[in-house]
């Protein structure tokens, strides 16, 4: 078991530019939850799924950002239009449905100049 | 809505013990979090606790939870430099989704 992962790990990018994220679960894990994390703060959610139905949004997850699950495996989280208040780091974390422990991948920092 | 507070910033010694503490004010939590987080890493799961239950115990970990006055604790024993990152309390509300609302973290400095 590698743990949650994502990719990239860091990226810069000019605003108005679109960017994407990857973050792949622990493989039998059915749940993943987005959540963003700016300086100095707790993380807060975005978006969830289970298995490949996006079940939950944060009202925090403006029309720019769109997350995908397509097979029920890896998650992309793309931002459109990017602006400087996006510069952030992006967690990823899944779980097993009907357990309690959420795992936390590593985190993509993109920053937005 | 949900709102989980925490204070800022917490100085040890190695050697004693560290006690960080948070509030929440949602009821309806059902399991109760602590996760560490060192400088530009994840978030790594310590231990977690059930509404049910008063006290969990895991090796140097001690977490106690007031379910009246809706406060958490986290005790470190023997803490180390290696301790040394920052805390967060993290509240479940009861929802099917499970999704998390942490409190801002409180940084443990652990001095030699």
């Known amino acids: 078991d590698t743990g949650v992962s994502q990719d990239p790990r860091h990226k810069i990018t000019k605003r108005g530019q679109n960017v994407t994220f990857r973050c792949d679960p622990i493989?039998?894990?059915?749940?993943l939850y987005w959540y963003r994390q700016t300086l100095g703060q707790g993380p807060e959610f975005l978006t969830y799924?289970?298995?490949?139905?996006?079940?939950?949004k944060s009202r925090l997850l403006s029309d720019r950002f769109s997350a995908e699950r397509p097979k029920g495996s890896f998650s992309t989280l793309e931002i459109q239009r990017t602006e400087q208040g996006d510069s952030a780091m992006y967690l990823c974390?899944?779980?097993?449905?009907?357990?309690?422990?959420?795992?936390f991948g590593p985190g993509t920092r993109l920053t937005v100049t | 809505g949900e709102d989980v507070e925490q204070s800022l910033f917490l100085s040890v010694r190695e050697g004693d013990s560290s006690v960080i503490n948070c509030t929440y004010t949602?009821?309806?939590?059902?399991?109760l979090y602590w996760y560490k987080q060192e400088p530009g890493a994840g978030l790594q799961l310590l231990t977690y606790?059930?509404?049910?239950?008063d006290m969990k115990q895991d090796q140097r970990l001690t977490v106690l939870l007031n379910k009246k006055d809706k406060h958490l604790s986290l005790r470190i024993a023997d803490t180390q430099t290696g301790d040394s990152a920052i805390y967060f309390c993290?509240?479940?509300?009861?929802?099917?989704?499970?999704?998390?609302?942490f409190g801002g973290g409180t940084r443990l400095m652990v001095k030699p």
């Open positions: 606790i059930f509404s049910n239950m």
């Open positions: 493989s039998e894990h059915n749940r």
């Open positions: 949602d009821s309806s939590s059902t399991y």
């Open positions: 993290a509240e479940s509300p009861n929802n099917a989704g499970n999704m998390l609302t």
């Open positions: 799924f289970q298995n490949e139905a996006q079940l939950e």
């Open positions: 974390a899944s779980t097993l449905q009907g357990t309690y422990e959420q795992y």
